[in-house]
């Protein structure tokens, strides 16, 4: 990790035990309010759900479900989500205009592009008694005029079903993508880059972290990809603070164009958590990750033992902190060594501040290779920033930085990626939504043994004007 990489986390922990001694707990929020005393809508119907107005303003005398994510297991936490009082699903459609300059793998014109991506968005929230189905999904086509690059089409989805019973959660997760191009900061601040229609309506479903979602952020890798994570995760119930909480998953990152490394993943993981009160969690587990690569003899194996911290407050703070050592064996010696000694870490910051929110993520840790790469020891961080500017206009701010090198060597190539920009957003009407963001993606490579279209400090910057409209949910039996 170099100097400016070591010096921006060191500020990141520092932020976040600042707001660990300054965030007060919110009691009110964590009960859940008695169920409404309205009969339930018809199946079909157009009317508002309780929970959440046609507008998607939340009902100020709904509190949020305390997040119930373990600390040990392979989500990020949230702040929590809306109490569900009715099932629903929400139908919506997208125009999203992107003006680019040059792009990484583009060869035969100069200038600026000009993209238009045209979707159809749904969400979907469905709750029986013992179980809980959430769905965003976004697809449809995009026309450029890229000539190297041609139309295409796009798809996200992000699922989770999860179950319970006395002292079992079990979930199922997944997360699909198929973009032209890598999902690191895709979209930038326009929402182009999340499934579904997004705002309070959207079901919260957090998104996998701790390396389960394969790596996409050297933006050197060429052309269209498909990106899949699929995974299993049990939590037990050993005592009423105690719990055992085990995982697996599948990854994989396949592209359209020829010059690439399509590589794909197992991982595994066993923890244990303990609540020291209310809000604070301690746990340590054990985590296994297998990485292969199509058409190439490496093959690694990586194995980290960890310790974590969680603290929550529903609607306050969700904060995870963990780290440990890690051993990466390797099918071919590397530098003459068929086993390499690491650190393994990462930390989630989600910190609500009047009118707005502030997020903060980190992962350290043996990845995929991002396509370019036979595997990768990467560094990763995301910086978000939304608040409100006016009654109906809103802002928002993100930086994300990543450093990726081969395993066990500093050599070249090594690849830094820095993107940054920010948004503004307003509501038009009830249901609809007007963005207008600007995002720079910098790239900063070295030349020797680089794959794909690479270059020093290129970059690509992004002008999005972002239309959606969805109507009003639909409630379902």
């Keep these: 990790m170099n100097m400016a990489m070591r010096k921006f986390v060191g500020m990141c922990i520092t932020l976040s035990l600042i707001l660990l001694t300054g965030a007060r707990p919110l009691r009110a929020q964590d009960e859940q309010p008695p169920p409404g005393g309205n009969k339930p809508k018809p199946a079909g119907s157009t009317y508002p759900i309780p929970a959440i107005d046609a507008g998607g303003q939340q009902d100020q005398d709904n509190k949020l479900v305390p997040d119930m994510t373990p600390l040990t297991g ?71 005029t890229d000539s190297s690059q041609g139309n295409g089409y796009y798809q996200q989805l992000a699922l989770s079903q999860s179950f319970v019973w006395s002292r079992w959660q079990v979930q199922l997760l997944d997360q699909f993508s198929y973009l032209p191009q890598s999902s690191f900061a895709f979209g930038g601040a326009g929402g182009l880059g999340t499934p579904g229609i997004g705002g309070p309506l959207g079901p919260v479903i957090p998104g996998m972290g701790n390396g389960n979602v394969p790596n996409q952020s050297i933006y050197a890798s060429i052309g269209p990809r498909y990106s899949n994570s699929s995974a299993v995760q049990v939590t037990y119930q050993t005592s009423p603070r105690g719990s055992i909480t085990m995982s697996g998953s599948y990854g994989l990152l396949n592209f359209v164009d020829a010059g690439n490394v399509d590589n794909n993943s197992i991982t595994a993981s066993i923890g244990y958590n303990y609540a020291l009160n209310r809000e604070d969690t301690i746990g340590v587990f054990y985590r296994f990750g297998a990485y292969h690569y199509n058409g190439q003899p490496q093959a690694n194996g990586d194995h980290s033992f960890n310790v ?149 400090n290129q970059t690509t910057h992004y002008i999005n004007i972002n239309f959606q409209w969805h109507a009003r949910p639909f409630v379902l039996p």
Excluded at 319 to 337: A, C, H, M, V, W
Aim: glycine letters at 16%; proline letters at 4%.
């Design 74 to 144: 392979i989500q990020n936490p949230t702040l929590g989500s809306p109490g569900i009082q009715h099932s629903y699903w929400v139908p919506g459609i997208q125009w999203s205009g992107t003006i680019q300059s040059n792009s990484y793998n583009q060869t035969q014109n100069s200038g600026w592009l000009m993209n238009n991506y045209f979707l159809g968005n749904v969400s979907l929230l469905k709750a029986w008694t013992r179980s809980t189905l959430s769905l965003n999904y976004s697809a449809g086509g995009f026309v450029t």
């Design 308 to 456: 974590a911290y969680g603290r929550k407050i529903t609607g306050r703070l969700a904060l995870q902190l963990y780290g440990g050592p890690d051993f990466t064996t390797s099918r071919i010696p590397i530098n003459g060594e068929t086993l390499i000694y690491g650190f393994r870490g990462g930390a989630n910051l989600q910190y609500a501040i009047q009118n707005g929110s502030l997020g903060l993520g980190y992962t350290h840790g043996v990845s995929g290779g991002s396509g370019v790469l036979v595997g990768s020891t990467s560094d990763q961080l995301n910086a978000n920033l939304t608040h409100g500017i006016t009654r109906v206009w809103s802002g928002q701010l993100n930086v994300g930085y990543s450093h990726n090198a081969p395993i066990g060597t500093s050599a070249q190539p090594s690849f830094n990626s820095w993107t940054v920009g920010g948004g503004l957003n307003r509501p038009i009407g009830r249901n609809a939504d007007f963005g207008i963001s600007y995002n720079a993606n910098i790239a900063d490579y070295g030349l020797t043994g680089c794959t794909g279209i690479c270059a020093n």
